[in-house]
């Protein structure tokens, strides 16, 4: 996790900022009126749209743009139909992927992620294939502060989570940050329980977390990256999961 997470900092310095926040207000768009449509327009007694509603204020969507699509989902007009999917393989170096996206046409999507893992030399598998090397997880990034790792760890478990890892490791003028881990019924409730505990939330995300990893070094690093950032180009791809654990010195010369 904390390769692909440093491959993300490397990237966003490169790519083009508002083309990536288009994407992810598309992105937010679409699993809100998933949500709504699935379980009513009130996240009071709807999770997922409770969850889809925090994302989208994470990325800073317009609150025009969140009501539309609330409206859409519970019937105000929408005419496409939505949903979510789920497509799973192998990547170069033998990397578990999951590629979660919304579409409204199955057959387009799956044929553009099997076409981007043929390109890569790689096949998707069937449904099952590497989703049980995953754990599904609310991951919630804090920054220390002036608390010592004991202090990070009593407050996380006193809000309900269910672990405390250190984050990236960070340079000397960053805060450390700490990934506490909680059961995604829980997430929200652990996130205002650490807000509310003077803990600065920074991250908070519900995520899937590799059971082991696979080391990536090398050439095939270049390879992975390359599918990876093909798959998160699909305009129907929400997120894109591996269990690739790259080396800093490997991240490094991508710079």
Same mark, same amino acid.
């Given at each position: &996790? #904390?390769? +692909?997470?440093?491959w993300?900092?490397?990237? +966003?310095?490169?790519?083009i900022v508002d083309?990536?926040?288009s994407?992810a207000w598309? &992105?937010?768009?679409?699993?809100?009126?998933v #949500?709504?449509?699935?379980?009513?327009?009130?996240p009071?007694f709807n999770?997922?749209?409770?969850t889809?509603?925090e994302?989208?204020?994470? +990325?800073?969507v317009?609150n025009d743009?969140i009501d539309?699509?609330?409206k859409k989902?519970?019937?105000?007009?929408d005419?496409?139909?939505?949903?979510p999917v789920?497509y799973?393989?192998?990547g170069?170096?033998?990397?578990a992927?999951?590629?979660?996206?919304f579409?409204n046409?199955?057959a387009?999507?799956?044929?553009d992620?099997?076409l981007s893992f043929?390109r890569?030399?790689c096949k &998707?598998?069937v449904?099952?294939?590497?989703?049980h090397?995953?754990? +599904?997880?609310?991951?919630?990034?804090?920054?220390?502060?002036?608390?010592?790792?004991d202090?990070?760890?009593?407050l996380?478990?006193?809000a309900g989570a269910d672990d405390?890892?250190?984050?990236?490791?960070v340079t000397d003028?960053?805060?450390?940050?700490?990934?506490?881990?909680?059961?995604?019924v829980?997430f929200?409730?652990v996130?205002e329980?650490?807000k509310?505990?003077?803990l600065s939330?920074?991250?908070?995300?519900?995520?899937m977390?590799?059971l082991n990893?696979?080391?990536?070094t090398?050439?095939t690093?270049k390879d992975l990256?390359y599918?990876?950032?093909?798959l998160?180009?699909?305009?129907?791809?929400k997120?894109?999961?591996?269990n690739a654990?790259?080396?800093?010195?490997?991240?490094?010369?991508l710079?």
């Amino acid at each position: &996790m #904390a390769g +692909h997470n440093k491959w993300s900092k490397i990237r +966003h310095r490169k790519a083009i900022v508002d083309k990536r926040r288009s994407k992810a207000w598309t &992105m937010c768009s679409r699993a809100i009126i998933v #949500a709504a449509r699935q379980g009513g327009p009130d996240p009071t007694f709807n999770f997922p749209l409770r969850t889809a509603l925090e994302e989208a204020k994470y +990325h800073n969507v317009p609150n025009d743009n969140i009501d539309r699509a609330i409206k859409k989902g519970a019937g105000g007009g929408d005419t496409e139909n939505y949903e979510p999917v789920r497509y799973e393989g192998y990547g170069p170096g033998g990397v578990a992927i999951i590629v979660d996206a919304f579409t409204n046409n199955r057959a387009r999507t799956a044929g553009d992620v099997r076409l981007s893992f043929a390109r890569s030399e790689c096949k &998707m598998g069937v449904s099952g294939a590497v989703a049980h090397q995953f754990e +599904h997880k609310g991951v919630i990034t804090v920054s220390a502060g002036t608390l010592t790792e004991d202090q990070i760890i009593e407050l996380a478990l006193e809000a309900g989570a269910d672990d405390v890892k250190p984050g990236d490791p960070v340079t000397d003028d960053e805060p450390a940050t700490w990934l506490v881990l909680t059961d995604p019924v829980k997430f929200l409730l652990v996130r205002e329980a650490l807000k509310t505990a003077g803990l600065s939330v920074t991250e908070s995300e519900l995520d899937m977390l590799p059971l082991n990893t696979v080391t990536v070094t090398g050439p095939t690093v270049k390879d992975l990256l390359y599918l990876i950032e093909e798959l998160e180009e699909n305009e129907d791809v929400k997120k894109v999961y591996t269990n690739a654990d790259i080396p800093e010195s490997d991240l490094a010369s991508l710079e």
